[in-house]
């Protein structure tokens, strides 16, 4: 199994007072399909996973089945936390449900110090879901956990039977090329980093995991259909409008802006939770005001 195309990082949709809206989840897909988006990569960083509770994410979990049901839209529960056996039956219910597939990151405070403890850590995770294809979900950045990757491919498949790739948001792009390669590129290896997707795929990558797919998935469909075409001036053009564009969410605070510009394409998944601040009302104006001149608007037609 491998997952092409783009896949998007959703958001978590909160009411107003803070709470889940599950009955936002639907939107979503539904927007995601028009898309053309292949697949969804819930409770990740994206969705706030260690700000929500154990129930919270089995609640989207359900959700998300529920709504992708009778649809080509596949379902990727990331069930990683600091707690191995919160981890443990999330895997479990996630298997119940029925999930294309599930990750986990490396635990972000009490962390790994060798490589075989992260390996034995996936493992316990990945054995409460046997018969479920399982990721390892590299961020290095925001876990602090740093190892190698084509170590891991090379040592965890004796231990983590049904391992089937990483979901690689680092910015090695030589690992990324070993990890590949692996095993005579037996395994999946989704890049997560948006505005280098471009570089992943010159390298050999077939998919790609990020959050801006959810608002700004034209770019990219032009972005990979250029770069197929051989027209690679065209995928770098698309690339840089991905640079620009996340650039200027960046300086909003990026995921907090990125929730607005949800809420600007009709999608209302409300402000992310604490610490992450909220965007004021007049923040959330300017924010239109500069995609606008941008060229946003007109670049996701």
């Given at each position: 199994?491998?997952?092409?195309?783009?896949?998007?990082?959703?958001?978590?949709?909160?009411?107003?007072?803070?709470?889940?809206?599950?009955?936002?989840?639907?939107?979503?897909?539904?927007?995601?399909?028009?898309?053309?988006?292949?697949?969804?990569?819930?409770?990740?960083?994206?969705?706030?996973?260690?700000?929500?509770?154990?129930?919270?994410?089995?609640?989207?979990?359900?959700?998300?089945?529920?709504a992708t049901k009778g649809t080509d839209l596949k379902v990727v529960v990331h069930?990683?936390?600091?707690?191995?056996?919160?981890?443990?039956?999330?895997?479990?219910?996630?298997?119940?449900?029925?999930?294309?597939?599930?990750?986990?990151?490396?635990?972000?405070?009490?962390?790994?110090?060798?490589?075989?403890?992260?390996?034995?850590?996936?493992?316990?995770?990945?054995?409460?879901?046997?018969?479920?294809?399982?990721?390892?979900?590299?961020?290095?950045?925001?876990?602090?956990?740093?190892?190698?990757?084509?170590?891991?491919?090379?040592?965890?498949?004796?231990?983590?039977?049904?391992?089937?790739?990483?979901?690689?948001?680092?910015?090695?792009?030589?690992?990324?090329?070993?990890?590949?390669?692996?095993?005579?590129?037996?395994?999946?290896?989704?890049?997560?980093?948006?505005?280098?997707?471009?570089?992943?795929?010159?390298?050999?990558?077939?998919?790609?995991?990020?959050?801006?797919?959810?608002?700004?998935?034209p770019l990219y469909h032009r972005l990979i259909n250029s770069f197929l075409a051989?027209?690679?001036?065209?995928?770098?053009?698309?690339?840089?409008?991905?640079?620009?564009?996340?650039?200027?969410?960046?300086?909003?605070?990026?995921?907090?802006?990125?929730?607005?510009?949800?809420?600007?394409?009709?999608?209302?998944?409300?402000?992310?939770?604490?610490?992450?601040?909220?965007?004021?009302?007049?923040?959330i104006k300017q924010l239109r005001t500069d995609l606008e001149q941008l060229g946003?608007?007109?670049?996701?037609?």
């Amino acid at each position: 199994m491998k997952l092409k195309g783009l896949i998007a990082a959703t958001h978590t949709p909160f009411d107003s007072d803070g709470a889940l809206n599950l009955d936002i989840v639907e939107k979503q897909a539904n927007h995601l399909l028009i898309n053309k988006i292949t697949a969804v990569f819930i409770n990740g960083t994206t969705g706030e996973c260690h700000s929500l509770t154990f129930e919270e994410r089995l609640q989207l979990a359900r959700r998300w089945m529920k709504a992708t049901k009778g649809t080509d839209l596949k379902v990727v529960v990331h069930i990683g936390s600091n707690c191995i056996a919160d981890s443990c039956a999330l895997a479990a219910e996630a298997e119940k449900l029925g999930v294309y597939a599930i990750a986990t990151m490396a635990p972000s405070y009490f962390k790994p110090i060798a490589l075989d403890d992260l390996i034995n850590w996936c493992a316990k995770i990945a054995s409460a879901a046997p018969s479920t294809p399982f990721y390892f979900y590299d961020i290095p950045i925001l876990t602090g956990v740093c190892f190698s990757m084509p170590e891991f491919l090379k040592r965890a498949p004796e231990k983590i039977p049904n391992l089937v790739g990483i979901k690689f948001t680092n910015s090695d792009l030589m690992s990324y090329q070993l990890c590949l390669r692996a095993c005579n590129w037996k395994f999946d290896i989704p890049y997560g980093t948006d505005e280098w997707l471009l570089a992943a795929l010159s390298l050999g990558g077939k998919g790609g995991v990020g959050s801006s797919y959810n608002f700004a998935a034209p770019l990219y469909h032009r972005l990979i259909n250029s770069f197929l075409a051989g027209d690679l001036e065209k995928a770098q053009t698309e690339q840089f409008r991905s640079v620009e564009l996340i650039k200027l969410l960046s300086s909003y605070g990026y995921l907090t802006a990125s929730k607005a510009v949800m809420g600007m394409l009709g999608i209302n998944v409300g402000a992310p939770r604490l610490p992450i601040r909220s965007l004021t009302s007049e923040q959330i104006k300017q924010l239109r005001t500069d995609l606008e001149q941008l060229g946003f608007f007109n670049w996701i037609k």
